[in-house]
Nanobody, 124 residues
Framework: QVQLVESGGGLVQAGGSLRLSCAASGRTFSSLAMGWFRQAPGKEREFVAA????????YYADSVKGRFTISRDNAKNTVYLQMNSLKPEDTAVYFC?????????????????WGQGTRVTVSS
């Protein structure tokens, strides 16, 4: 098991930027693919971005493509989500999650390690 702790959320105006971090404990982090999901009030949790264990490949939801960038530093056991050109519809609680080799990067059910989330609010 890996414990995940997100940080970096907050209140930002539309058009602004935030960088979320997800710090992992445990020696297995570098073997996990990592993803970011978000859940807005009254909505289901949705996929945002994912990155392979070695950082070679990344995946994005269409709604964030070109605005968000996922990256990782295995030496620091940390995955990041750089969010630019934020919109009010990006308002949500953002969760990082880790998965093994099996399962789709896009499906939350593939992930078995989850953080507690960090809230992002984008004002118009």
């Amino acid at each position: 098991q890996v414990q995940l702790v997100e940080s970096g959320g907050g209140l930002v105006q539309a058009g602004g930027s935030l960088r979320l971090s997800c710090a992992a404990s445990g020696r297995t982090f570098s073997s996990l693919a990592m993803g970011w999901f978000r859940q807005a009030p009254g909505k289901e949790r949705e996929f945002v971005a994912a990155i392979t264990w070695n950082g070679v490949a990344t995946y994005y939801a269409d709604s964030v493509k070109g605005r968000f960038t996922i990256s990782r530093d295995n030496a620091k056991n940390t995955v990041y989500l750089q969010m630019n050109s934020l919109k009010p519809e990006d308002t949500a609680v953002y969760f990082c999650a880790g998965k093994g080799m099996a399962g789709s990067y896009y499906n939350s059910r593939s992930y078995d390690n989850w953080g507690q989330g960090t809230r992002v609010t984008v004002s118009s």
